[in-house]
């Protein structure tokens, strides 16, 4: 039963590019959280998603970022436009059901030059 | 004051040390979670507690609702157990899905 998979592991952007991070839940996880660390910061959160649903992304920046959950698939944080401030560790973690259990991905670094 | 607190902030200890990592929180909670972050970045959720406590090899988490407070303990530590331990709450006011997270303490284990 493996984990929360976070791909790619590390991603290099030039300023302007789009960065796509995925974040494949546990087996029979159906909550999906993502996290920024940003360096020598702790955990922010950024949205919380079910299957198709936005459920909260009160800790998304209002521009140039976006998530998604679809039926079929990983979900997906979406940067359009990196700049150099995007620079950070995205986590994702997943649950079972709200709040219960959450299980980590190794997170993705995003690093933008 | 921030709602979730963790002393100490980085703590130094020999191989074989009995740790402890404390945490205080402010708000009512639903579950507190103890979360181990290695130098590499990857994080992993060691317990989540409502009450009481729960053990899991060498590590040992207690909670006391009544003082809003929390203990990580570590037994016969050792290198490997070196990494940054993050208490994160989750507020019971909230939609119970948005953790407060301590700062985390820095832990290294020498050998």
């Known amino acids: 039963n493996a984990g929360v998979m976070q791909n790619p592991r590390h991603l290099v952007r030039r300023r302007g590019q789009e960065a796509r991070l995925r974040c494949s839940p546990m087996k029979g996880h159906s909550h999906v959280y993502w996290y920024r660390q940003l360096p020598e910061e702790g955990l922010k959160f950024m949205v919380y998603l079910q299957k198709e649903n936005i459920i909260d992304e009160s800790g998304m920046p209002k521009e140039r970022f976006s998530a998604e959950f679809p039926k079929e698939g990983p979900s997906i944080l979406r940067i359009q436009q990196v700049v150099r401030g995007d620079s950070a560790a995205y986590f994702c973690?997943?649950?079972?059901?709200?709040?219960?259990?959450?299980?980590f991905g190794s997170g993705t670094r995003l690093t933008v030059v | 004051k921030n709602e979730v607190e963790q002393s100490p902030q980085n703590l130094t200890a020999q191989e074989g040390e009995f740790i402890t990592i404390n945490c205080s929180y402010s708000v009512g909670i639903s579950a507190l979670h103890w979360l181990q972050q290695h130098p590499g970045g990857g994080i992993v959720s060691l317990f989540m507690?409502?009450?009481?406590?729960k053990k899991h090899g060498r590590l040992i988490a207690t909670i006391n609702i009544q003082e809003k407070h929390s203990s990580l303990h570590i037994t016969a530590s050792h290198p490997r157990d070196s990494a940054v331990y993050i208490c994160a709450a989750a507020d019971l006011m909230d939609s119970n899905y948005q953790l407060i997270w301590g700062a985390g303490t820095k832990l290294i284990i020498k050998p």
């Open positions: 973690a997943s649950s079972p059901r709200s709040a219960l259990g959450y299980t």
């Open positions: 507690l409502s009450s009481g406590k």
